[in-house]
């Protein structure tokens, strides 16, 4: 088991920019995908970005696509999600999410392959 714990988000205006950290600890984190998804309320968790074990591949969801970034640093256990030019509509709950082993392509956009999952981080974006 993974032990994830988000930070970084916030209140901020549309068009401003954050980056979501994620820190792991547990077993080993290098040789896991990790994945970000987002709730927002009255809405069902969707995927938002995913990276896998080195970093070679990403993955994005068509709404964060070309304004948000994945990435990982395994000496540090940490993946982030930096997200630019922000929208109201990315207001939501993040989480942060371990799988119990790798993945490619749109198997990394399930959320059943994540058996981690970190509380989440609230992230408000005002018009």
């Known amino acids: 088991q993974v032990q994830l714990v988000e930070s970084g988000g916030g209140l901020v205006q549309a068009g401003d920019s954050l980056r979501l950290s994620c820190a792991a600890s547990?077993?080993?984190?290098?040789?896991?995908?990790m994945g970000w998804f987002r709730q927002a309320p009255g809405k069902e968790r969707e995927f938002v970005a995913a990276?896998?074990?080195?970093?070679?591949?990403?993955y994005y969801a068509d709404s964060v696509k070309g304004r948000s970034t994945i990435s990982r640093d395994n000496a540090k256990n940490t993946v982030y999600l930096q997200m630019n030019s922000l929208k109201p509509e990315d207001t939501a709950v993040y989480y942060c999410?371990?799988?119990?082993?790798?993945?490619?392509?749109?198997?990394?956009?399930?959320?059943?392959?994540?058996?981690?999952w970190g509380q989440g981080t609230q992230v408000a974006v005002s018009p």
């Open positions: 999410a371990a799988a119990a082993h790798g993945c490619s392509g749109y198997g990394c956009y399930d959320s059943r392959i994540y058996g981690s």
């Open positions: 547990g077993r080993t984190f290098s040789s896991t995908a």
């Open positions: 990276i896998t074990w080195g970093g070679g591949s990403t």
